[in-house]
């Protein structure tokens, strides 16, 4: 089980582009990275998955190295709305394990 | 839209009591999940199933019993509730490790 680091809180502002950074060293050769969303009081979202290079959808971009050692979660033009947790999780056989995730807090 | 549907979302017990938290999913999907989140500690993952009948320990199973008789439904159990067992449960569904669809949550007080 690749075991994954993130920062504990990020603060932005409205209208700023944030990254975030997740490190995970043992990642086996066909791991996808993922990343999940959670607002107060609610389960967990998915919002992005990738292997390597870049992915974009509509909510966010998630760019991993050639390494693979680690991804970015990009989320651009963050609004209040993009307050949330924000977990990056380690590929598992057998069930996802979330860290504790990182603590977005945009202010006006 | 796939849904997760998990019973209750807010339950009091008493200590001692034999507790029930009822997820059911409507997309047919084989996997099945439960988790508890606590302030600092974030998502732990507690039992999970592959299939009907077949479940898996995860992480934190102390306390706790699942049962899977039906592929829709996966239903967690405390077998004699405990304060410290006071938190928010979550449940999960996916056809595949990843794209984890997660239901609103219980949160289950015991006094």
């Known amino acids: 089980l690749a075991k994954t680091t993130q920062p504990i809180s990020m603060d932005s502002y409205e209208g700023q582009e944030v990254n975030i950074t997740c490190s995970h060293n043992?990642?086996?050769?066909?791991?996808?990275i993922t990343w999940y969303q959670q607002f107060p009081s609610q389960g967990p979202r998915f919002i992005i998955q990738?292997?390597?290079t870049k992915v974009t959808n509509e909510v966010a971009s998630l760019f991993i190295p050639a390494d693979r050692k680690s991804s970015t979660l990009s989320l651009p033009r963050v609004s209040l709305s993009d307050t949330a947790v924000y977990y990056c999780?380690?590929?598992?056989?057998?069930?996802?394990?979330f860290g504790s995730g990182t603590r977005l807090q945009v202010q006006p | 839209d796939v849904k997760v549907t998990q019973s209750s979302r807010y339950l009091v017990k008493r200590t001692g009591e034999k507790v029930f938290l009822e997820c059911v999913q409507d997309?047919?999907?084989?996997?099945m999940f439960w988790y508890r989140q606590d302030p600092g500690l974030g998502l732990r993952l507690i039992y999970f199933?592959?299939?009907?009948?077949?479940?898996e320990k995860g992480d934190i199973p102390e306390g706790y019993s699942v049962s899977r008789e039906k592929k829709e439904r996966f239903s967690l159990i405390l077998e004699s509730a405990s304060t410290n067992q006071t938190s928010m449960y979550l449940c999960?569904?996916?056809?595949?490790?990843?794209?984890?669809?997660f239901g609103s949550g219980t949160r289950l007080t015991v006094v």
């Open positions: 999780l380690g590929p598992s056989r057998r069930a996802l394990t």
């Open positions: 199933s592959y299939d009907v009948k077949m479940k």
């Open positions: 999960a569904s996916s056809p595949a490790p990843g794209g984890y669809t």
């Open positions: 990738g292997y390597k």
């Open positions: 997309m047919d999907h084989e996997n």
């Open positions: 043992n990642i086996a050769t066909n791991d996808y």
